[in-house]
Every structure is written in C-alpha cells, then in structure tokens.
C-alpha cells in the first residue's frame, strides 16, 4: 500500500491557526478595562506556551512555535492599537461602549446585554462588539427609546429598558 494512505507519516502537518475576529477598516479598536486584561492574559499564556515548547520534540516544536508566533503577531498587533475605553465615564443616560443594556423585545420576552470590544464579544453571554448590528442599533439610545434592529432576514423593535455602567457582565 503507498505510504500516502497510511497514518505512519503525520509530521508536517501544519497547524491551524484561526484568525482574529476582524476589526472594519478605520474602525478604532475600543476595548474595556476587562478585555484588555483578557488580552494581557492572553499574551501571557502564549509566552508560556512558547517556552513550554523549548524541551519538546524538536519535529513537534517547529509547526506548534511557528502557530504560536502568528497568533502573537496577531495580539501585539491588538494590543498596541487598543484604545482603553472605562465604562464609568461614559455619559450614564444613553448606551454607549461599555453599557450593560435590558431590552423588551416586541414578544415581550426580555434581554440583556453589554457592549464590548471585538476581542472581548461573546453573543452567546450577551457581550456583543460594538461593531456588531445590534450594538450600532442600540448605541445612544436612551430609556424608553425603541430601535428597530434590521438582519436580512427579519426587522424586529426593541425598547431599551435600563442602561447601566456596573461591573457584572450582563
């Protein structure tokens, strides 16, 4: 049987690296203090990973430290265009970066959700980015507004119930 169809020869398999989620062209890379103390972890681990590597298998080690340098060129990059945005000096009756934000939806069922940088967005605990479509929908609106947030697929109206500036995550 030809050496192509068997698992004897794994070495050169390259590693996949996922990118970053992008930030639009012109777009300033807002992040909160918490994301930013995500990104500082994040580096962090990496140069652990990177110096975990330096005992490994020298056939293993080059494909994991040649993944492991993209991923860092990719955060510095993040890090050194990041803009610091403290929630507690926004303008606390309007939603803006760094917002905690309860919505009625026109169902009545109630949402909540917190604007954050791109790095830090987690729709499914209801940290949205701030470039994301809801997110620029609800961007300075105030209590009692009501936003009607288009998607391709539907339209549908949301009131802004409560805005708030706290710590908790939403």
Known sequence: MSKAFTKDDDGGAELLVV????????????VTPRGLGQLR???????????????????????RMNALSQRAVELQARLASAQLVDPGTQAQD??????HVRVRHASGAQSSYRIVGVDEADAAAGLLAFTAPLARALLGKRVGDVVELRTPRSSEELEVLEIGYGAADP
């Open 41 to 63: 972890a994040e580096q962090a681990q990496l140069e652990r990973e990177r110096l975990a590597l330096d005992g490994s298998d020298p056939s293993d080690r080059l494909p």
């Open 19 to 30: 990118p970053r989620a992008p930030l639009p062209s012109g777009v300033p890379n807002y």
């Open 94 to 99: 309007s939603v803006r970066f760094g917002a």
